[in-house]
């Protein structure tokens, strides 16, 4: 999905481009690790050093050790807890952060992390869905379990000192660290398949797919945990959900946001 959104690019700053000269690179909460290893193929610059401790420039870091072991030689993926204080020993060119909206309690200190731990001249890119749900020509109301979902969400998460709106704010917070050049982009992915454009109606196919087998996933613990509530109301609750995201005649859609800044180069 991301791929569509941004025509075949990992990313929309600079660092991204064919010719540019990328030597370090943190890809922070990197999951599976798909763009550390896509980023690694495309820039094999990322390896130039002969001391093989330092050959590894593509560090993916998570809380779970789920990537593959078999990845580019310029690519090492390393087991940490980002909240808590980062101690690398070396900095670097680009910071790369993908769908973590719940993934900081504090999101300037993150920024403020990032900023201290890039080389001058470098930029941090963030790429993420937000919530809530959205919808530009008043057919999600709410009554619709899906308009409710999406709100119930945000409520849970803040309760649990987690903000899943965040991504609205990135641009400021990333000026408010000491960020330059900071441009944020926002995209739409539909709900499902409602669009007409072909490349919106392939994203909401995709989003449908993702949202519908995935949503007692990323629902369950905030709706127990957060709201109190038992897992056979949050299952009836989750099935109407269900029934609005399938529904062509809702044209929902959730933002999708893009923002990168530059570290000044004095």
Same mark, same amino acid.
């Given at each position: 999905?991301?791929?569509?959104?941004?025509?075949?690019?990992?990313?929309?700053?600079?660092?991204?481009?064919?010719?540019?000269?990328?030597?370090?690179?943190?890809?922070?909460?990197?999951?599976?690790?798909?763009?550390?290893?896509?980023?690694?193929? #495309? &820039?094999?610059?990322?390896?130039?050093?002969s001391?093989?401790?330092?050959?590894? !420039? =593509?560090? $993916?870091?998570? %809380?779970?050790?789920?990537?593959?072991?078999?990845?580019?030689?310029?690519?090492?993926?390393?087991?940490?807890?980002?909240?808590?204080?980062?101690?690398?020993?070396?900095?670097?060119?680009?910071?790369?952060c993908?769908?973590?909206?719940?993934g900081?309690?504090?999101?300037?200190?993150?920024?403020?992390?990032?900023?201290?731990?890039?080389?001058?001249?470098?930029?941090?890119?963030?790429?993420?869905?937000?919530?809530?749900?959205?919808?530009?020509?008043?057919?999600?109301?709410? #009554? &619709?379990?899906?308009?409710?979902?999406?709100?119930?969400?945000?409520?849970?998460? !803040? =309760?649990? $000192?987690?903000? %899943?709106?965040?991504?609205?704010?990135?641009?400021?917070?990333?000026?408010?660290?000491?960020?330059?050049?900071?441009?944020?982009?926002?995209?739409?992915?539909?709900?499902?398949?409602?669009?007409k454009?072909?490349?919106?109606?392939?994203?909401?196919?995709?989003?449908?797919?993702n949202?519908?087998?995935?949503?007692?996933?990323?629902?369950?613990?905030?709706?127990?945990?957060?709201?109190?509530?038992?897992?056979?109301?949050?299952?009836?609750?989750?099935?109407?959900?269900?029934?609005?995201?399938?529904?062509?005649?809702?044209?929902?859609?959730?933002?999708?946001?893009?923002?990168?800044?530059?570290?000044?180069?004095?």
């Open positions: 999905m991301w791929a569509l959104t941004l025509s075949g690019a990992l990313g929309l700053c600079p660092m991204n481009s064919k010719d540019a000269k990328v030597n370090r690179v943190l890809d922070v909460g990197t999951g599976t690790g798909i763009w550390a290893i896509d980023f690694g193929d #495309e &820039h094999p610059e990322a390896e130039a050093c001391h093989t401790c330092l050959r590894q !420039k =593509i560090i $993916g870091i998570d %809380l779970s050790p789920i990537q593959p072991l078999f990845v580019p030689p310029n690519v090492r993926f390393e087991i940490d807890d980002l909240e808590e204080p980062w101690t690398f020993s070396q900095k670097f060119d680009y910071i790369h993908r769908d973590l909206i719940g900081f309690t504090d999101w300037p200190n993150f920024f403020a992390q990032s900023y201290e731990n890039l080389e001058p001249g470098g930029y941090l890119e963030l790429q993420s869905l937000s919530l809530p749900c959205q919808c530009d020509d008043d057919t999600l109301l709410p #009554e &619709h379990s899906l308009w409710q979902w999406s709100n119930y969400m945000l409520e849970a998460a !803040k =309760i649990l $000192g987690r903000t %899943l709106d965040i991504p609205s704010s990135y641009k400021e917070l990333a000026e408010e660290a000491g960020f330059t050049n900071v441009e944020a982009k926002m995209f739409k992915w539909a709900q499902n398949t409602w669009p454009e072909s490349n919106a109606k392939e994203l909401g196919m995709w989003e449908l797919e949202a519908t087998g995935g949503l007692e996933g990323i629902s369950m613990a905030l709706f127990t945990r957060g709201l109190g509530w038992a897992k056979p109301d949050v299952d009836v609750f989750l099935a109407k959900v269900r029934t609005d995201m399938r529904n062509k005649s809702i044209h929902a859609y959730w933002p999708i946001w893009v923002v990168h800044g530059q570290k000044s180069t004095t």
